[in-house]
């Protein structure tokens, strides 16, 4: 059982920055680990994925504000936020899955932590 914990959230204001950390119980090496948010009444949707060998991924609405990266020696993957905005604001969840993942197999998530942007 791998156990995932996010941190970092908070409440700031629309330009601000936040950097979020997902703290994982074991390596993270043989795992695509993602962050995800979910706004209030709208689905859980995908922001960025770390791969292995430290391949990096954004969807577009965040492409040049937001970062994900890793720090192996912590077992810790960050997600450093730049230039938020009010779209912004949702619950952030961690997750990890095998990199071999498929459909039907096991993966992992965090409790999520509050991101709040206001304008």
């Known amino acids: 059982q791998v156990q995932l914990v996010e941190s970092g959230g908070g409440l700031v204001q629309a330009g601000g920055s936040l950097r979020l950390s997902c703290a994982a119980s074991?390596?993270?090496?043989?795992?695509?680990m993602g962050w995800y948010r979910q706004a209030p009444a709208k689905q859980r949707e995908l922001v960025a994925a770390?791969?292995?060998?430290?391949?990096?991924y954004v969807v577009d609405s965040v492409k040049g504000r937001f970062t994900i990266s890793r720090d192996s020696a912590k077992n810790t993957v960050y997600l450093q936020m730049n230039n938020l905005k009010p779209e912004d604001t949702a619950v952030y969840y961690c997750?990890?899955?095998?990199?071999?993942?498929?459909?039907?197999?096991?993966?992992?998530w965090g409790q999520g932590t509050q991101v709040t942007v206001s304008s």
């Open positions: 997750n990890a899955r095998n990199s071999r993942w498929r459909p039907g197999n096991t993966e992992y």
């Open positions: 074991t390596s993270t090496s043989g795992f695509t």
């Open positions: 770390m791969f292995s060998g430290t391949n990096a």
